[in-house]
């Protein structure tokens, strides 16, 4: 895929008004279910490696071994063979002191990557040790060269850069994408212990993008890192501006979930037995009488699923009873049907979710299991006393 294409296939995204995703990994299977999964761009990062070695980010900077090795070994052999309609793009250490960056860049072309990106990058190093570099000539100065190089050669760019100058160099040596690093990801187990804040992230990223954007209008602006790890992360990164057009994970997309799914189900499977009381499917497969009434067990499913489709009948049959009993147990003990209990039950949580500004009404709708919305603003109205538009604009005057 040539750069011409993949920058249309991306400026094709935005204008339908979807941000770009690009996902760093070292493995196979998280490149081939990312692409799967609409991933716009494969980075391939030695960082990515390591992290599947069940090391630190951080071993991508340490003489482990050669970087740009590493990268072509791997990805070559293990990504761009199974990645076919997506991009992948070669993590490139523009400091390495054996290779002549105009051929190096030529052979990654030739081995099937659609473009680089700058990584490892001496943005990320401070202090006396990034003196001392700068002094023997490993230089940030060589990775915006050579992605300069790379796109004289027609290779797709992606440039990390941490401050305003940065960004301004990198958008003149024609980056396609411009990502504010906001540094290592935090949290999970080897997640980095000092970051900053989503807010204080936000305003560095939109001074970078800013700067970049003088110079060169029609770059793509993303993000990668820091505190920004989760989907409401990104979410908050986005709202209230245009600049940020898209977010890079590596951690974020397998690490942090590794760690968290394979903790869980390593637990789980250890402790066959003595599951939690309180999960809701253990009650349901071991039977409901074992642990609560039936009135009990129909509002906790109600509460756990009712974005979902939720049919009484299933309820009854889980818990063992008719259909008939069941409901007349519920109206008993709660003064109402089940189907009245249900809506009631959407709608206030509705009423909840319209206090949120960015909310539209038919996201709203949807959420509270109306799919339909023109059903949900009847049903709203006949609960609340207004249509789901009024009661959002009321909330709005009153504040």
Same mark, same amino acid.
Request: a neutral charge; charged letters at 20%; one cysteine or more.
């Given at each position: 895929?040539?750069?011409?294409?993949?920058?249309?296939?991306?400026?094709?995204?935005?204008?339908?008004?979807?941000?770009?995703?690009?996902?760093?990994?070292?493995?196979?299977?998280?490149?081939?279910?990312?692409?799967?999964?609409?991933?716009?761009?494969?980075?391939?990062?030695?960082?990515?490696?390591?992290?599947?070695?069940?090391?630190?980010?951080?071993?991508?900077?340490?003489?482990?071994?050669?970087?740009?090795?590493? &990268?072509?070994?791997?990805?070559? $052999?293990? #990504?761009?063979?199974?990645?076919?309609? =997506? !991009? +992948?793009?070669?993590?490139?250490?523009?400091?390495?002191?054996?290779?002549?960056?105009?051929?190096?860049?030529?052979?990654?072309?030739?081995?099937?990557?659609?473009?680089?990106?700058?990584?490892?990058?001496?943005?990320?190093?401070?202090?006396?040790?990034?003196?001392?570099?700068?002094?023997?000539?490993?230089?940030?100065?060589?990775?915006?060269?050579?992605?300069?190089?790379?796109?004289?050669?027609?290779?797709?760019?992606?440039?990390?850069?941490?401050?305003?100058?940065?960004?301004?160099?990198?958008?003149?040596?024609?980056?396609?994408?411009?990502?504010?690093?906001?540094?290592?990801?935090?949290?999970?187990?080897?997640?980095?212990?000092?970051?900053?804040?989503?807010?204080?992230?936000?305003?560095?990223?939109?001074?970078?993008?800013?700067?970049?954007?003088? &110079?060169?209008?029609?770059?793509? $602006?993303? #993000?990668?890192?820091?505190?920004?790890? =989760? !989907? +409401?992360?990104?979410?908050?990164?986005?709202?209230?501006?245009?600049?940020?057009?898209?977010?890079?994970?590596?951690?974020?997309?397998?690490?942090?979930?590794?760690?968290?799914?394979?903790?869980?189900?390593?637990?789980?499977?250890?402790?066959?037995?003595?599951?939690?009381?309180?999960?809701?499917?253990?009650?349901?497969?071991?039977?409901?009488?074992?642990?609560?009434?039936?009135?009990?067990?129909?509002?906790?499913?109600?509460?756990?699923?009712?974005?979902?489709?939720?049919?009484?009948?299933?309820?009854?049959?889980?818990?063992?009873?008719?259909?008939?009993?069941?409901?007349?147990?519920?109206?008993?003990?709660?003064?109402?049907?089940?189907?009245?209990?249900?809506?009631?039950?959407?709608?206030?949580?509705?009423?909840?979710?319209?206090?949120?500004?960015?909310?539209?009404?038919?996201?709203?709708?949807?959420?509270?299991?109306?799919?339909?919305?023109?059903?949900?603003?009847?049903?709203?109205?006949?609960?609340?006393?207004?249509?789901?538009?009024?009661?959002?604009?009321?909330?709005?005057?009153?504040?």
């Amino acid at each position: 895929m040539n750069r011409t294409a993949i920058l249309e296939r991306l400026q094709s995204e935005l204008r339908e008004g979807n941000h770009i995703i690009g996902v760093s990994t070292g493995t196979g299977i998280t490149a081939k279910v990312a692409a799967d999964s609409g991933a716009d761009f494969i980075l391939m990062l030695n960082s990515g490696k390591f992290r599947q070695m069940g090391r630190s980010s951080l071993a991508g900077f340490l003489p482990f071994c050669n970087s740009n090795e590493m &990268v072509m070994d791997f990805a070559s $052999k293990e #990504i761009v063979p199974l990645v076919r309609d =997506t !991009p +992948v793009l070669f993590g490139l250490n523009a400091n390495d002191p054996t290779r002549e960056m105009s051929l190096y860049i030529e052979e990654i072309k030739a081995r099937g990557f659609a473009g680089v990106n700058n990584y490892p990058t001496v943005g990320l190093i401070d202090g006396v040790f990034r003196e001392a570099l700068e002094e023997d000539g490993i230089s940030y100065d060589r990775e915006v060269e050579a992605i300069r190089l790379a796109h004289q050669q027609e290779l797709f760019t992606v440039a990390f850069v941490f401050d305003e100058a940065q960004a301004v160099q990198m958008a003149e040596a024609g980056a396609d994408v411009i990502c504010v690093h906001l540094g290592l990801t935090v949290g999970g187990l080897l997640g980095a212990r000092k970051v900053v804040s989503l807010e204080a992230a936000k305003a560095k990223a939109l001074r970078i993008l800013t700067a970049c954007g003088e &110079v060169k209008p029609e770059v793509i $602006k993303m #993000i990668y890192g820091g505190p920004v790890k =989760t !989907p +409401v992360d990104v979410q908050y990164m986005y709202s209230n501006n245009t600049q940020i057009m898209g977010y890079i994970g590596g951690s974020a997309f397998e690490r942090i979930p590794s760690e968290q799914s394979i903790t869980a189900i390593t637990r789980d499977f250890k402790r066959l037995g003595k599951l939690d009381e309180d999960d809701l499917m253990v009650k349901m497969l071991s039977g409901i009488t074992r642990h609560y009434d039936y009135v009990e067990f129909v509002k906790e499913y109600v509460a756990q699923n009712y974005s979902e489709e939720v049919v009484f009948a299933d309820l009854a049959k889980v818990a063992h009873v008719s259909r008939s009993y069941l409901s007349s147990l519920f109206k008993k003990e709660v003064g109402c049907s089940f189907q009245n209990y249900l809506v009631g039950f959407r709608m206030q949580k509705a009423a909840i979710l319209l206090q949120a500004p960015h909310l539209q009404l038919s996201e709203v709708s949807a959420m509270v299991g109306y799919p339909d919305y023109a059903q949900f603003s009847r049903m709203f109205k006949k609960l609340m006393g207004s249509s789901p538009k009024q009661y959002k604009s009321n909330l709005n005057t009153k504040t």
